[in-house]
């Protein structure tokens, strides 16, 4: 089993920059690959940025170029760096985790066994 708790959501302008943080806990092999996915509201869940088993990172379209994941060697704790935050950003973030993500489905909410409660970010 997994526990995840985000932190460092809030509110920030247009432009600025937000850095959420993920703590993992539990069995090494269950937390393989971890990834943050997002949900606006009234919209579906969006997986925004994942890192694999291997190290390799996955993102978005929607957040290329602006957001990055970097993370401790102990894959203790996984953050969410966010750049040039957006009106459109503006979500609840969930980090999420699991022992394998498929090729190829990297950004797929389905692929995660276990989520955190989830930090709200709101950009105006």
């Known amino acids: 089993h997994v526990q995840l708790v985000e932190s460092g959501g809030g509110s920030v302008q247009a432009g600025g920059s937000l850095s959420l943080s993920c703590a993992v806990a539990g069995p090494a092999h269950l937390k393989n690959c971890m990834g943050w996915v997002r949900q606006a509201p009234g919209k579906e869940r969006e997986g925004i940025a994942t890192?694999?088993?291997?190290?390799?990172?996955t993102y978005a379209d929607s957040v290329k170029g602006r957001f990055s994941i970097p993370q401790d060697n102990a894959k203790n704790t996984l953050y969410l760096q966010m750049n040039s935050l957006k009106p459109e950003d503006t979500a609840m973030y969930y980090c999420?985790?699991?022992?394998?993500?498929?090729?190829?489905?990297?950004?797929?909410?389905?692929?995660?066994?276990?989520w955190g409660q989830g930090t709200q970010v709101t950009v105006s």
């Open positions: 890192l694999d088993n291997y190290g390799s990172t």
């Open positions: 999420a985790a699991d022992s394998v993500i498929l090729p190829g489905r990297e950004l797929e909410d389905s692929q995660y066994t276990y």
